[in-house]
């Protein structure tokens, strides 16, 4: 069975410019999230969607987006991008709801520069 | 504020050494602890699910308990081939948020 897959593995962006992220969920799962790793501060939770729809968001600004599409692959965009947004980018998917173990991809390693 | 914070920081421990990873929580109405491994530069890879205070589970040298105060999670003659990083997360009352996660205990297994 294929696990959580993202795209790009890297990308390299400048500060100001937007970036796209892409993720496709294990076959199944509904439910995806998005977090961020940033050297040195862990995991940070960044959204939730179930069903095609943003359930919950963490403590990040509105420049940090993203959508759910019918199949449940999803994407995170990132407005006016900040060095301080270089990060690994992890996607994880769940079975839905909020009782689920989430699995997670390999990510995308995001460079500002 | 909820807070997931994980001992010791970093671990080296020679090949067939035991231990124990710690995980202390304080969180209201949890609703999940969750134990993950992560090689660097690549994703979680979850490990376990403990729903209630006095459950453990186990995986080859792994174990992992709950109180309702932490979690444990014991490395029975390890590998060098368990070396990694350790992440313990929670999900609160509600499962309306993501998870909350430690920032991990950083394990070197010495041949």
């Known amino acids: 069975e294929a696990g959580v897959t993202q795209s790009p593995t890297h990308l390299i962006k400048t500060r100001g410019q937007q970036a796209t992220l892409r993720c496709s969920p294990i076959?199944?799962?509904?439910?995806v999230y998005w977090y961020q790793q940033a050297l040195g501060l862990g995991l940070q939770f960044l959204l939730w969607?179930?069903?095609?729809?943003?359930?919950n968001r963490g403590n990040f600004p509105p420049r940090f987006s993203g959508r759910q599409f019918p199949n449940y692959s999803s994407e995170l965009n990132v407005n006016a991008l900040e060095l301080e947004d270089s990060a690994l980018y992890l996607c994880?998917?769940?079975?839905?709801?909020?009782?689920?173990?989430?699995?997670f991809g390999p990510g995308t390693r995001l460079t500002v520069t | 504020e909820d807070q997931v914070t994980q001992s010791p920081e970093a671990l080296r421990l020679q090949e067939g050494e035991s231990s124990s990873l710690n995980c202390s929580y304080t969180?209201?109405?949890?609703?999940?602890l969750f134990w993950y491994r992560q090689d660097p530069g690549k994703g979680p890879e979850f490990l376990f699910t403990l729903y209630s205070a006095g459950e453990e589970k186990e995986k080859e040298r792994l174990k992992a308990t709950l109180t309702k105060k932490e979690s444990f999670l014991h490395i029975t003659a390890p590998k060098p081939e368990d070396s990694a990083t350790y992440l313990c997360?929670?999900?609160?009352?509600?499962?309306?948020?993501?998870?909350?996660f430690g920032k991990g205990t950083h394990l070197i297994i010495q041949p």
């Open positions: 969607y179930d069903e095609g729809e943003e359930r």
């Open positions: 997360a929670v999900r609160i009352g509600g499962g309306a948020d993501g998870l909350t």
């Open positions: 969180v209201s109405g949890l609703r999940g």
């Open positions: 994880a998917s769940s079975l839905g709801g909020a009782s689920y173990e989430q699995y």
């Open positions: 076959s199944g799962h509904t439910s």
